[in-house]
């Protein structure tokens, strides 16, 4: 099994910065498996927001580039994501996961941006 463990949100006014974390564990080969951070706002279906390749290569919804970077450290299972000039938009439910969602899904850490 694999476990997705996020962690960083919380409540932030408009124009701040936030940076989530992903921690994997378990059966994956975390290098080999190119990573995602999804969201799921209140109301919404979940939304793919970046990924980043097992190469490092990055892509992002037309939302967030310029604000939000992802990273990761694969000597420690980790996937960042840096999230600045926050907007009241930006609030959901944030969760890691590979692109396709192969794994179960964690527990999600909640950002909310107050305007």
């Known amino acids: 099994q694999v476990q997705m463990v996020e962690s960083g949100g919380g409540l932030v006014q408009a124009g701040g910065f936030l940076r989530l974390a992903c921690v994997a564990s378990?059966?994956?080969?975390?290098?080999?498996?190119?990573m995602g951070w999804f969201r799921q706002g209140p109301g919404k279906q979940r939304e793919l927001v970046a990924t980043?390749?097992?190469?490092?290569?990055?892509t992002y919804m037309d939302s967030v580039k310029g604000r939000f970077t992802i990273s990761r450290d694969n000597a420690k299972n980790t996937v960042f994501l840096q999230m600045n000039s926050l907007k009241p938009e930006d609030t959901a439910v944030y969760y890691c996961?590979?692109?396709?969602?192969?794994?179960?899904w964690g527990q999600g850490t909640r950002v909310t941006v107050s305007s």
């Open positions: 378990g059966s994956i080969v975390f290098s080999r498996n190119a």
């Open positions: 996961n590979t692109p396709g969602g192969w794994y179960q």
């Open positions: 980043v390749s097992s190469g490092g290569q990055t």
